[in-house]
């Protein structure tokens, strides 16, 4: 399936994406080679802690979501080119058995000034878990390629 151009998108448009559900082992994992705290580590060290239990690194939620992003439904041709990631958040910790749900939503949409076969688009990445409760959102300005070069 072709990917989207910058001229198929408008404002408001929203993005549905996939489910993973984290486990405690992949926690440890992921902290072990990235973010090696206590509350990452170990759920008996965890308890003792301002969590009171083992909690994914954000780094590991964001980097769940950025995988939903990828495999989703918003599909920009060319693939997902990041140029600035802007109000990272992590309102609520991510725990083990967590469902993490991603969706997308378009902000701002411009054309490049300089470069007619591209444009730029902000868009709210948001993760949820099973309750529906944000465990982490973020804004990413991505380059995306124009259908139509006007020179």
Same mark, same amino acid.
């Given at each position: 399936? /072709?990917?989207l151009y910058l001229e198929d998108l408008k404002l408001g448009d929203r993005f549905? =994406?996939?489910s993973h559900t984290i486990t405690a082992g992949e926690i440890v994992e992921f902290a072990r080679q990235f973010d090696p705290q206590?509350? =990452?580590l170990d759920e008996k060290a965890a308890r003792r802690t301002f969590f009171r239990g083992l909690v994914a690194s954000g780094w590991h939620t964001a980097s769940i979501g950025m995988r939903l992003f990828v495999q989703g439904s918003f599909q920009?041709?060319?693939g997902f080119i990041g140029v600035a990631v802007d109000?990272? #958040?992590w309102p609520r910790p991510t725990r /083990?058995?967590?469902i993490l749900v991603a969706d997308s939503e378009i902000v701002e949409i411009s054309r490049s000034a300089s470069r007619s076969d591209r444009? #730029?688009?902000k868009v709210r990445n948001t993760i949820r878990n099973q309750r529906g409760e944000v465990v982490g959102s973020l804004v990413a300005t991505m380059i995306m390629k124009r259908r139509i070069s006007v020179r």
């Open positions: 399936m /072709p990917g549905q =994406h996939g206590a509350f =990452h920009p041709e060319g109000e990272l #958040r /083990p058995g967590d444009g #730029r688009i």
